[in-house]
DNA sequence: TAAATATTTTAGACAAATCTAAAAATTATT
DNA sequence: AATAATTTTTAGATTTGTCTAAAATATTTA
């Protein structure tokens, strides 16, 4: 049994570490956890001692397959009760993740595959992010950011970043939302910013920046 | 904001106490919570410091009127989480009160609201304790222990204790349950157990200890 | 009411998770 | 390659919640 702390180390690591396949550096997972870097040091020592972490000293982090079977089970906590949230509560999507941070944490196995059922065993969370299964397996889509779209694309929305709720209530506000489809009209040469069309209706303009946090698969 | 363990002292103190009515003894508090005297002393100490408690030496600990407020909201909490486990999830009765431990603890006062409404403001959970409303408030019914009839009373069960899984259980295996009917046919002098006929069907033998921890409501 | 017993508190220790300050190692710059 | 800057680790401290052992107080029993 990992503690909460041990957790969300465990998880940040696996999600810094692009699920795996990267290594992850003492500075990025303190800075994402806003704890301090000898703070990181010592839960890699303690993690890497129950073998959920591979670590060189001053060489970087790498998480191992029990490391990773267990953070995608948080994941997949995380995300089901986001979407018990978002849909049987009625929240925002905005406002989800800050309280699955804490439901995730809750562990009892029956709980989650009853949620689970309770929900009709849903695919993706509220910004689209895929659910692991059971057994860990995640769907993965061809999926690329807008910001690479050029003029006349069309694509569907398919996941945006949850960490920043301000994006997330920026996005509500211009009406893009998982699902929602999107034109490409212009791209401005001056900062790449975009002028997209949402869902045949509004047009608006949106910096390269939140064009880079949203990502979408292309249909034409 | 206090932490998890502060919380179940004080929702302790406060069940202790049977509502704040009554003085609570350090021995109690730690029997109840399995921690040692010496513990109970040490968290009496930080909540007094708080002004949730009232503590002289040696003498005994009461629970204040913003202790009581808390408590309450811990109460109000853990059984709409039991509600929603055992009707929305279909949790036997006897299986939701360790998880809802757990979830007692999460802080947000949306999603209470939230959940609440989703329920439908349910009035008490699924072992028949009333569930305080927004603002603290409590509905008490007349309710007396089942070992307290006599033959040819009729009664509603109104609640069990949730606190022993194997009780329970037991009740799950000889049918009571929160709302059934249950005729007393005869109380054994020997040793006080009843002989009871439940829902007009069944009709068994129930030890003196067993009705001790069935409170009912009579009706004729 | 004095002694025995039980309860409660204090003193000091420990593990977990964090921090600051300083040392060690790595990486980038001249 | 030497120096400067950055990253990472170590050493030691702090807070929270727990423990054991012993001391203080209260209660029960003889
Ligand atoms: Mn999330
Ligand atoms: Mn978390
Ligand atoms: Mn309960
Ligand atoms: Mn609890």
Redesign the interface.
Known sequence: MLSISEENYLKTIFNLSDSGKKQVSTNSISKFLKTKPSSVTDMIKKLTVKKLLYHKKYKGTNISSNGKKLAIQIIRKHRLWEVF?YE????KWD?VH??AE??EH???E??ID??DK?LKYPKIDPHGDPIPNKDGKIDIKQIIKLSNLSIKDVCIVSNVNDEDGNLLEYLNKIKIHIGCKIKVFDVIDFDKSLEIEIDSRNKVFISNRVAENILVTKIN
Chains 1, 2 share one sequence.
Do not use: A
């Open positions: 949230l049987k509560l009625k929240f406002e800050k309280i804490e439901l809750i562990s009892n029956k709980l009853k949620l309770y």
